[in-house]
Nanobody, 119 residues
Framework: QVQLVESGGGLVQPGGSLRLSCAAT????????MAWYRQAPGEQRELVAR???????YHADSVKGRFTISRDSAKNTVYLQMNSLKPEDTAVYYC?????????????WGQGTQVTVSY
């Protein structure tokens, strides 16, 4: 079992920056990918960025050039650096992790952290 704890959300003005962190603990040996999703009120959940432990990185078109996902393998922590924030980036951001052990696949979710972009 894996536990995910997010941090770093808050209130920021348009054009500002935030850095989200997600620390994975527990049975982390089977982790092979981590990702950030977000969900605004009344909208569906959206994949923001994803990083595979093999090295592949993906960013949604809406955040390319502004957001960067990265990880610290020693700490089992994934980050989302968010620059040039826009009001439409306002949402609850959720950390996600994929784990595979002996062919058994699990998905884990963090509790979410609020990001609000407003004057």
């Amino acid at each position: 079992q894996v536990q995910l704890v997010e941090s770093g959300g808050g209130l920021v003005q348009p054009g500002g920056s935030l850095r989200l962190s997600c620390a994975a603990t527990g049975s982390t040996s089977g982790l092979n990918a981590m990702a950030w999703y977000r969900q605004a009120p009344g909208e569906q959940r959206e994949l923001v960025a994803r990083i595979l432990y093999g090295g592949s990185i993906y960013h949604a078109d809406s955040v390319k050039g502004r957001f960067t996902i990265s990880r610290d393998s020693a700490k089992n922590t994934v980050y989302l650096q968010m620059n040039s924030l826009k009001p439409e980036d306002t949402a609850v951001y959720y950390c996600n992790a994929d784990s595979s052990v002996s062919g058994i696949y699990f998905q884990y979710w963090g509790q979410g952290t609020q990001v609000t972009v407003s004057y």
